[in-house]
């Protein structure tokens, strides 16, 4: 298997970060994505899935980063039956997960895109978050080209797909490769699934985000740009962990 990553790039962008940020820090953030996974776990357990209302949808939308003020875009056009039947599938059905992740995605159809993608993707891995990888908008958007990954990857890895379910598997492959430099580069505990690797990559796209603001915005609208800690915990939806209440 070639090597889709940048070392050079990890490298940089891990000395940027834990300039800013410390590995205490980065330990907590990932001590509170386990907690986050924790919820989904329970929430979303094989023997209750079936059984979920609307409010517990509202509760698992908020959760996610994309839908957290959509949910409307979400219940107003899928009826809860067949969200419910469909998160099942997703989670628990038969086939190869990249294959339930093209069907979840084609059987939202009417819901905006990247909202698709972002449910499936945290849906998979925060209730799995030893067997399935994460894909959001901030790690891969396939309409901007844009994305944390876009800038960790090495110009011969192309992370663009024709399908849905390609797209899933190339970033599970440049993911599975940031993870493997994590535990040298100090950021990735082997013990603790893909959370430190998620960490990392947040606070890139956050990084990111800051060059891209500093070149286009003004001065006075920089100032109010939330930290890094802040900014990844956001995009990370662990900014207000006492919502991951469940009774």
Same mark, same amino acid.
């Given at each position: 298997?070639?090597?889709?990553?940048?070392?050079?790039?990890?490298?940089?962008?891990?000395?940027?970060?834990?300039?800013?940020?410390?590995?205490?820090?980065?330990?907590?953030?990932?001590?509170?994505? /386990?907690?986050?996974? &924790? *919820?989904?776990?329970?929430?979303?357990?094989?023997? #209750?899935? !079936?059984?979920? =209302? $609307?409010?517990?949808?509202?509760?698992?939308?908020?959760?996610?980063?994309?839908?957290?003020?959509?949910?409307?875009?979400?219940?107003?056009?899928?009826?809860?039956?067949?969200?419910?039947?469909?998160?099942?599938?997703?989670?628990?059905?038969?086939?190869?997960?990249?294959?339930?992740? /093209?069907?979840?995605? &084609? *059987?939202?159809?009417?819901?905006?895109?990247?909202? #698709?993608? !972002?449910?499936? =993707? $945290?849906?998979?891995?925060?209730?799995?978050?030893?067997?399935?990888?994460?894909?959001?908008?901030?790690?891969?958007?396939?309409?901007?080209?844009?994305?944390?990954?876009?800038?960790?990857?090495?110009?011969?890895?192309?992370?663009?797909?024709?399908?849905?379910?390609?797209?899933?598997?190339?970033?599970?492959?440049?993911?599975?490769?940031?993870?493997?430099?994590?535990?040298?580069?100090?950021?990735?505990?082997?013990?603790?699934?893909?959370?430190?690797?998620?960490?990392?990559?947040?606070?890139?796209?956050?990084?990111?985000?800051?060059?891209?603001?500093?070149?286009?915005?003004?001065?006075?609208?920089?100032?109010?740009?939330?930290?890094?800690?802040?900014?990844?915990?956001?995009?990370?939806?662990?900014?207000?962990?006492?919502?991951?209440?469940?009774?």
């Amino acid at each position: 298997m070639s090597q889709p990553v940048d070392s050079g790039s990890i490298k940089e962008f891990t000395k940027e970060i834990f300039s800013k940020i410390s590995i205490e820090t980065v330990e907590a953030m990932t001590a509170d994505l /386990q907690r986050k996974s &924790d *919820a989904f776990g329970r929430l979303l357990a094989s023997d #209750r899935v !079936d059984a979920l =209302g $609307e409010e517990q949808f509202k509760k698992l939308l908020k959760w996610i980063f994309s839908t957290r003020r959509h949910s409307d875009k979400v219940l107003g056009v899928v009826p809860i039956e067949k969200l419910r039947d469909e998160v099942a599938a997703l989670l628990y059905g038969e086939g190869h997960v990249h294959d339930r992740f /093209q069907h979840f995605y &084609d *059987a939202l159809d009417g819901i905006p895109e990247q909202l #698709r993608i !972002d449910m499936a =993707g $945290e849906l998979l891995h925060f209730t799995f978050p030893t067997q399935h990888w994460l894909w959001s908008r901030w790690l891969w958007d396939r309409k901007n080209k844009t994305g944390a990954l876009r800038l960790l990857i090495t110009d011969d890895f192309e992370l663009e797909a024709d399908s849905i379910a390609e797209s899933y598997l190339k970033v599970g492959k440049a993911t599975l490769f940031v993870y493997k430099m994590g535990e040298a580069a100090g950021y990735q505990d082997s013990e603790k699934s893909l959370f430190g690797t998620v960490v990392f990559m947040s606070a890139v796209y956050v990084i990111y985000t800051y060059t891209v603001l500093r070149m286009r915005m003004t001065q006075e609208f920089n100032k109010v740009v939330p930290g890094l800690e802040e900014f990844s915990r956001r995009i990370l939806g662990i900014h207000r962990m006492e919502e991951y209440q469940i009774d």
